[in-house]
């Protein structure tokens, strides 16, 4: 079925608002057009001796040992990237710590190179996106694309410019920049957790819902996250910061009259914390 350019714009924009919302799943493996009232095509007859059918498998690029199962291997590049991370006093050891590691799937799908953070080192705020995409990949660095262009200019502008220290719940680029799965987040969370132990930032912007999902705990969709401050608490060490979730950038070059909302919560957020800063000692 041919659908007018606008109907293709419309549907797009329909997709990703329902994946900004959390709907992750379809009801069918394979797209049906429901316009067309046709019944369908017979199946073939099963050979008498074609073998029965059984569930398939995708086999990972970097395969766990054999003598581990499925949660045994994550638990230990789990246990390996904590180790790991409490080495490191400074960002930038944290960041030679991550790119030596080899723990995490996604280091071995195709990825350039890690991509660990961008900004000031002892900012106050610091901003948790999902995961790099083709551009980050290439260059190294989280939110130079189109997005984070975009993120840069409203940070600007709500005053937060020069104030912030931007990371990833990955730092590998997920292939076809898709969503990092749980399981990829968790075997980085360690290195996330020791950054925002390193930065200590008074406030946390999570943008996207993976991001939100991941340092908030929770499987709540980002239209119900975004907007209301929750709280990133460390079981090790009592590190805790408030955090705001909202929409990511790419949404919003999507959607752009998402961005009215976004710029309500920037500036939430700014108000808090200048809120916080006129309270401290001089």
């Known amino acids: 079925m041919n659908a007018s350019p606008a109907a293709s714009d419309a549907l797009t924009a329909l997709l990703a608002f329902w994946h900004e919302a959390g709907v992750e799943d379809c009801y069918e493996a394979a797209p049906v057009d429901r316009t067309r009232e046709t019944a369908p095509p017979p199946r073939a007859p099963r050979p008498a001796s074609a073998p029965p059918q059984t569930t398939g498998t995708v086999t990972p690029l970097r395969p766990a040992p054999s003598s581990m199962g499925a949660t045994e291997a994550l638990a230990d590049a789990v246990a390996r990237a904590r180790a790991a991370a409490r080495t490191a006093d400074s960002l930038e050891s944290l960041t030679d710590a991550i790119r030596a590691f080899d723990g995490c799937p996604l280091s071995g799908m195709g990825a350039r190179q890690a991509v660990v953070w961008r900004g000031e080192a002892t900012a106050p705020v610091m901003i948790v996106g999902e995961g790099p995409g083709a551009e980050e990949d290439a260059r190294g660095l989280p939110f130079v694309g189109k997005a984070g262009q975009l993120l840069d200019r409203m940070l600007k502008a ?34 996330v957790a020791r950054a925002l132990e390193l930065v200590k930032p008074k406030l946390v912007l999570t943008v996207g819902a993976a991001a939100a999902r991941a340092v908030l705990h929770t499987t709540e969709g980002i239209t119900r996250l975004r907007g209301k401050w929750g709280e990133w ?15 990511h950038p790419a949404f919003l070059l999507r959607q752009p009259q998402a961005k009215a909302m976004v710029w309500a919560d920037l500036l939430e957020l700014a108000v808090r914390l200048d809120g916080d800063d006129s309270k401290s000692p001089h």
Do not use: K, Y
């Open 158 to 191: 709500a005053g937060l410019d020069g104030r912030v220290m931007i990371t990833n719940t990955v730092f590998w680029r997920p292939p076809g920049n898709r969503t990092p799965a749980a399981d990829e987040q968790a075997v980085c969370a360690p290195f």
């Open 233 to 247: 608490h460390l079981a090790e060490g009592g590190v805790s910061a408030p955090v705001m979730p909202t929409l």
